[in-house]
């Protein structure tokens, strides 16, 4: 028996990336997904792939009536709802504060806060009718930490990793759980998009990003969608029955920092010294 069996979720930006990940985890473990994205081709393949047990829906996540629409075909189908995973999100509108146009920052926020408001609200509705649910929402080590991404996406983020707090009070009386999952560098289109890849060469760069960035958390790797994907499965699941209102990180140690032998080298190297030279300061404090 799977860990989700017989429950329904619905994840936005299904169709690639962690959201596709998380589609085949969830029905893997024996849930009935709703495919909520705008790849249609994509997202439509997803769920015949995977046959009935899935089904896919166009979901522009910025269109309040889109997302409600979404939750409506999970109770139609399914006589309930579970899991929302409010997954959806792209880099959004980047550059210098003084230069950046606010209906782009407006269509941003759209996209990587208002959505996971809509999103909330519209599962709410039912999750309280039933008397149980489970809300997961994609936030970021960019929501967290300053310098791992553009200001405007940054500050969505650290929104909803609150927001995610914040509705875990207020909906706890009525067991909906509520938890964010803040991933690392995680080899998607939305990273290769934020570091300037054009569209069309971005799948085919990924080993060379990989290659380039997979050095930057203490693991020694960079993440995949399977990563967040396994996070994303452990809070819907009963095993997480007591875990609501937070802010769970999956960035391979990124975000805690480097390392002192590390450190210690880097010194040396600004000194012209043999970082061998630093061992005894990094082993004798």
């Known amino acids: 028996m799977g860990r989700l069996e017989n429950q329904v979720a619905i994840i936005t930006g299904a169709a690639s990336g962690i959201g596709e990940g998380t589609v085949r985890k969830y029905v893997s473990e ?7 994205d705008i790849q249609d081709e994509r997202g439509g393949a997803l769920a015949e792939e995977l046959g009935p047990g899935t089904t896919y829906i166009r979901t522009d996540v910025s269109e309040e009536e889109q997302v409600a ?5 999970a109770v139609s189908k399914w006589g309930r709802l579970d899991v929302m995973f409010n997954n959806a999100g792209f880099g959004g509108v980047s550059g210098n504060i003084e230069d950046l146009d606010m209906a782009a920052y407006d269509s941003t926020m759209a996209v990587l806060l208002r959505a996971v408001f809509a999103g909330s609200k519209h599962a709410v509705r039912q ?73 069309e060469i971005r799948d085919a760069m990924l080993p060379k990003v990989d290659q380039a960035f997979s050095s930057w958390p203490p693991m020694g790797r960079s993440g995949i969608p399977e990563d967040i994907a396994n996070a994303a499965l452990w809070l819907a699941s009963s095993e997480a029955s007591y875990v609501t209102g937070q802010a769970i990180t999956v960035d ?34």
């Open 127 to 199: 999750m309280k009718a039933q008397g149980s649910g489970c809300i997961i929402n994609t936030a970021s080590i960019a929501g967290l930490q300053a310098g791992f991404g553009p200001v405007t996406y940054s500050a969505a983020k650290a929104a909803v990793a609150h927001m995610s707090r914040c509705l875990a009070v207020e909906l706890a009386p009525f067991n909906i759980r509520v938890n964010a999952i803040c991933p690392g560098l995680v080899l998607t289109n939305i990273f290769t998009a934020a570091i300037g890849l054009p569209p």
């Open 252 to 285: 391979g140690g990124l975000t805690a920092g480097r390392s002192f032998a590390e450190m210690g080298g880097r010194i040396a190297s600004a000194f012209g010294m043999d970082p061998a030279a630093m061992a005894p300061i990094r082993t004798n404090g």
């Open 30 to 36: 024996g849930a009935r997904v709703v495919i909520a």
């Open 69 to 73: 629409a979404a939750v409506g075909q």
